[in-house]
């Protein structure tokens, strides 16, 4: 079928099958469940095919706050990107996908304690507050036995 422009491309473009936001959803939640039992079967295979969370005193509860996020992230993104998806399968893959960017985001994000940082002048501000509270819990007989210094 030819459209009045002469393409027939623009004509088929009316019947491409856009998936629902629902659905997308559905298949991202199933995607991030997918990638999280991965994960867990990884894990049990690095303690030896024991149950992870055994003899660590943080237990299953931060494991399984992570699995979640990543199965709610996976069906996120896949719902944000209903429109563009024709099926299942891009919808799965993004809900596969999506927690392992997530954690890569997350992996470059260093955080360090140095003792050899420069002080910023809002840091010198902040010492000297620090400096002089102590002398207003002091009553003024203490100030003075001390010299003066808090």
Not at 51 to 62: H, V, Y
Not at 68 to 93: D, E, I, K, R, Y
């Amino acid at each position: 079928m030819r459209t009045p422009s002469g393409s027939a491309h623009t004509a088929c473009n009316r019947y491409v099958y856009r998936m629902g936001i629902a659905a997308a959803s559905e298949w991202g939640l199933a995607g991030g469940v997918a990638a999280g039992l991965v994960a867990l079967a990884v894990s049990i295979v690095s303690v030896g095919y024991k149950w992870p969370w055994r003899g660590n005193p943080d237990g299953l509860w931060p494991r399984l706050v992570v699995t979640l996020t990543g199965v709610v992230v996976g069906g996120l993104v896949a719902a944000a990107a209903h429109s563009q998806m024709s099926g299942a399968w891009p919808a799965f893959l993004l809900g596969v996908g999506a927690p392992s960017v997530i954690r890569g985001a997350i992996a470059r994000i260093e955080v360090e304690e140095s003792s050899d940082r420069k002080p910023h002048p809002t840091d010198q501000i902040g010492q000297a507050k620090a400096d002089l509270a102590p002398t207003a819990r002091l009553k003024p007989n203490e100030v003075a036995a001390r010299g003066g210094q808090p």
